[in-house]
Structure formats: structure tokens, C-alpha cells
T-cell receptor, first 117, second 112 residues
């Protein structure tokens, strides 16, 4: 499976600021996703990062709060904007590679642990 | 609304015992059911997955049992080891859709 890295691994931020999280994959993949995992909770999909077009957001998540870029087939960023303590979570990127024929299989990065004070 | 319900929330098993985690879903369009294992400070790792054309899938000590009519599936960990201590998530999705719907997680502790 693809090797996925995220930067930063963790950060502590002040409310009202923004943080950009990077996700890098060691091979080209068709689909990249961003999830949020609140402390001790399950994972919730934020959006699908589409290469060459705008991201597709799930209900409850908006582009102004979570702008996403996907400039190529191996890289994506998620920005958490105008942060509040409620944004304290682990943010995870995942990938799915249709080209491999392994439909639906998603592989996750190590996550970025964000604390907002 | 929780698309996938998971139980128990936590589980303590003796080394060598069988760990069983259960999940139930409502959407009959789901056709892919993975289990993920997550250690503290790490991202979830795909452990094993099943599609509804089979009722059971086994990989090493890990087995998924699937009951399509009951809309339930479960993970069995045979000969549980302390190294299996982690949080396990079930999930479900349908082919062509991006969203993996996750259960709420089960924290498994295997005591020596």
C-alpha cells in the first residue's frame, strides 16, 4: 500500500489563527480524503480532495473553514481557518487508488494532532 | 444519525482468548465492510475487509463474519495477544461513493 506522510505531526495554535496540514503520498493515487477524529471519537469525513477541481465537502463542513488544495496526484493540503478550541482534533488524510483495482480500500496517514487554545 | 453502530465500547480479554466486536448497519446499499486497527498516536490501519458475496473471511488470527439478512458483521480475533491491544473501528461504504462511515470504536485490552 501507499506510504502516506503528514506535516506537522502535531501543533498547538491560538484561536483565530489558521493552520495548513500537508499530506504527501509516495505514489500517484486517484482519490485523497481528509477526515477529522475528535478526541476519543470516531472518524468523520470532511471532504474529498479532487485533483484539478474544487474539493467535495460533506454535510457540516464548508470551504471557507476548511479550504483544500490538490495540485497533483501525490499531494494535498487542508487548512483549518479561524480556529477555535472546538477544532482541536486529529486530522487524517487517506488515499484510495482506483488504478490498482482495490476499490473502496482507504489507507490513512499518521494524522496531525491539533490543539487550539 | 450513526450509519454504523459498534459494540462494545471497550473489551478486556485474557491472552489467548477470543475477542469479538460487533457492528450493525442500516443502509442496504453498503457493499464494503472494512475493519481498522488504531494504536495511540497513529492513523488507522486497514486490518481486513469483506464484501457481501461471502459470509466469512479469515486472515491469520482475524476473521470477519458477515450476516447480510441481519445487516450485521463482526470481527473475531483468535488467540488474542497483548500486542492486539488497540482501538478497532468497523466501517461501511458503497462502491462508487467516497464516504467510509465509521463505527464509534472499541478499545480492546488484552491482559497477559
Amino acid at each position: 500500500s501507499a506510504v502516506i506522510s503528514q506535516k506537522p505531526s502535531r501543533d498547538i495554535c491560538q484561536r483565530g489563527t489558521s493552520l495548513t496540514i500537508q499530506c504527501q503520498v509516495d505514489s500517484q493515487v486517484t482519490m485523497m480524503f481528509w477526515y477529522r477524529q475528535q478526541p476519543g471519537q470516531s472518524l468523520t469525513l470532511i471532504a474529498t480532495a479532487n485533483q484539478g477541481s474544487e474539493a467535495t465537502y460533506e454535510s457540516g463542513f464548508v470551504i471557507d473553514k476548511f479550504p483544500i488544495s490538490r495540485p497533483n496526484l501525490t499531494f494535498s493540503t487542508l487548512t483549518v481557518s479561524n480556529m477555535s478550541p472546538e477544532d482541536s482534533s486529529i486530522y487524517l488524510c487517506s488515499v484510495e487508488d482506483y488504478w490498482s483495482g482495490r476499490f473502496n480500500e482507504q489507507f490513512f496517514g499518521p494524522g496531525t494532532r491539533l490543539t487550539v487554545l | 444519525q450513526q450509519q454504523v453502530k459498534q459494540s462494545p465500547q471497550s473489551l478486556i480479554v485474557q491472552k489467548g482468548g477470543i475477542s469479538i466486536i460487533n457492528c450493525a448497519y442500516e443502509n442496504t446499499a453498503f457493499d464494503y465492510f472494512p475493519w481498522y486497527q488504531q494504536f495511540p498516536g497513529k492513523g488507522p490501519a486497514l486490518l481486513i475487509a469483506i464484501r457481501p458475496d461471502v459470509s466469512e473471511k479469515k486472515e491469520g488470527r482475524f476473521t470477519i463474519s458477515f450476516n447480510k439478512s441481519a445487516k450485521q458483521f463482526s470481527l473475531h480475533i483468535m488467540d488474542s495477544q497483548p500486542g492486539d491491544s488497540a482501538t478497532y473501528f468497523c466501517a461501511a461504504s458503497k462502491t462508487g461513493a467516497n464516504n467510509l462511515f465509521f463505527g464509534t470504536g472499541t478499545r480492546l485490552t488484552v491482559i497477559p
